[in-house]
């Protein structure tokens, strides 16, 4: 059974057993009604285009609220983020760090044998994360909300005399009576390097030479060898889980360090775990070309050495569906790299985004943010926008790297007064404790004119967690004042940030 199955009564889903059961039971029940089968309507109050985690949130709950729905989806429901991303990639990460803590056993406990075996999270990724890639629970929850979908790709087409929105699906063309959502995600993105083209051009699977991050969540065993394209957190997250299970990893970023959206320091503690795990980390250098070859595939670099490995999994970076869309038939600029949204979510008259195609971060949790400000709006409810000043997210390596707000480049490209606080992981009660894994620490940026914080980062063991007391100070602008003021639990690695608030030096 697919993890998402459920909603509590607050909007959060409810994986409990009994929550999918009766879900189990209402999605059979549509199911037989064959409702998936719908012809279409002339018009429906809004229509979604894209049923990833924001578009699926705007779509169940107007449904929910009585609107005429159609949600059109060509793929799976549910999105990246259940079948591809957040979930099935972390169910490898939990895994990878069970091994990596079972070898930390003789330093601290004892004696233990490990023999790895990636069947299991393969297994748990199939069964429990994503019912083979099946989106039936799902697609029915929607459908038993009230909504219809179409399955298919949808694109803009004009506005009628009334100035309504039009949308084609599937050849057919419906009007949406109070507006269009888009929140048609991104895909993953294939470089222009030489060779890798003629190695995806029969398309890509599981058993293919060339990976992206679908492929490589739907594999049974683990490569002997991986070579991995992109420094950035997908990359970062599967070299190091796939290192932990034996796999022989080369990992190449093109840019001068990994990690480019973090603070510097939290891209040198990364690198140096990665190497530690035995990743053949390779920054700096560009990739000439990539070929088939006797050992899997073979890619050339810049500096003329060459990389052989069983398959390659291209991490580097993902691709808008913007220029898909016939933006133009609404005035839109096709071409754009995002779609500027207000705080209501409006791109135009009748228009509306969430998600990836914002450009504001493409992370689950800004999808369903925005979606819930937006499912406000269009109700006529309070809506709950609160700005992106305080935007946070994580990466899951180990150690995780946890951030919110500004970095201390932004900070100062924004032309505050910067001043930092740093405490170290190691050096702190709780850390020191914990041992061997310990790498990392707490960075905070604040801005002196004001005495607030406007930026964090935390790179530790569960730093994702830690990250969430300084996404809310730096949300609610609390005074450091204030936050020094604060009973910080000890011994706990949250400690850290009173160590670090400590060596701010305010006038």
Excluded at 257 to 266: D, G, Q, V, W, Y
Excluded at 280 to 289: A, K
Excluded at 298 to 311: H, I, M, P, Q, W
Excluded at 415 to 431: F, K, M, P, Y
Aim: glycine share 12%; with cysteine.
């Amino acid at each position: 059974m697919r993890l998402w199955t459920g909603r509590t009564g607050e909007g959060e889903r409810d994986t409990s057993p009994l929550s999918r059961s009766r879900v189990v039971l209402k999605t059979r029940r549509a199911y037989r009604c064959g409702m998936t089968d719908q012809a279409l309507s002339e018009s429906y109050d809004v229509i979604v285009l894209g049923l990833g985690p924001g578009g699926e949130e705007v779509a169940e709950r107007l449904a929910e609220a009585g609107l005429r729905v159609l949600g059109v989806e060509p793929h799976l429901v549910g999105g990246e983020c259940p079948y591809y991303g957040c979930i099935p990639s972390k169910m490898i990460v939990r895994a990878a760090e069970t091994l990596a803590e079972g070898r930390h056993v003789e330093a601290l406990a004892g004696t233990a044998q490990l023999q790895p075996d990636y069947r299991k999270p393969a297994d748990r990724i199939r069964t429990e994360a994503t019912d083979d890639w099946d989106d039936k629970v799902a697609a029915d929850r929607f459908i038993d909300l009230g909504g219809q979908l179409a399955r298919g790709a949808g694109r803009l087409a004009g506005r009628d005399e009334s100035g309504r929105v039009r949308v084609e699906v599937n050849g057919q063309v419906v009007v949406a009576e109070r507006g269009v959502v888009v929140a048609t995600g991104t895909a993953p993105g294939i470089p222009p390097i030489p060779g890798l083209a003629a190695l995806t051009e029969g398309g890509l699977s599981p058993d293919g030479l060339i990976w992206t991050n679908r492929e490589v969540l739907q594999i049974r065993q683990a490569p002997a060898s991986l070579i991995v394209i992109g420094g950035g957190a997908v990359g970062c997250e599967l070299a190091e889980g796939f290192a932990r299970f034996g796999t022989a990893v080369t990992q190449i970023e093109a840019a001068p360090r990994i990690l480019l959206p973090e603070e510097p320091e939290a891209a040198e503690v990364i690198s140096e775990v990665l190497r530690r795990e035995g990743v053949d980390l390779r920054t700096g250098v560009s990739i000439e070309s990539v070929a088939a070859s006797p050992e899997g595939v073979t890619v050339t670099l810049g500096d003329g050495s060459t990389v052989s490995a069983e398959r390659l999994l291209v991490a580097a970076g993902r691709r808008q569906h913007i220029s898909e869309l016939a933006m133009d038939s609404v005035g839109l600029d096709p071409a754009a790299p995002k779609l500027e949204v207000d705080e209501h979510m409006q791109v135009a008259d009748g228009i509306f985004a969430v998600g990836d195609v914002t450009g504001r971060g493409a992370f689950t949790h800004v999808a369903v943010w925005q979606a819930r400000v937006l499912i406000a709006h269009l109700l006529g409810l309070p809506e709950p926008y609160g700005g992106y000043d305080a935007l946070a997210w994580a990466t899951f390596t180990d150690p995780e790297v946890g951030r919110t707000g500004l970095s201390e480049k932004q900070a100062r490209d924004k032309g505050l007064r910067v001043v930092t606080g740093r405490s170290e992981i190691a050096s702190n009660t709780r850390g020191w404790i914990h041992g061997p894994g310990n790498d990392g620490f707490v960075k905070l940026i604040a801005d002196a004119d004001r005495e607030v914080l406007v930026g964090a980062t935390v790179v530790a063991p569960n730093g994702g967690e830690i990250i969430a007391m300084l996404t809310l100070a730096v949300h609610a602008q609390v005074p450091i004042s204030t936050l020094r003021s604060m009973h910080y639990v000890y011994p706990t690695m949250h400690r850290a940030i009173s160590e670090a608030l400590a060596t701010i030096e305010l006038d």
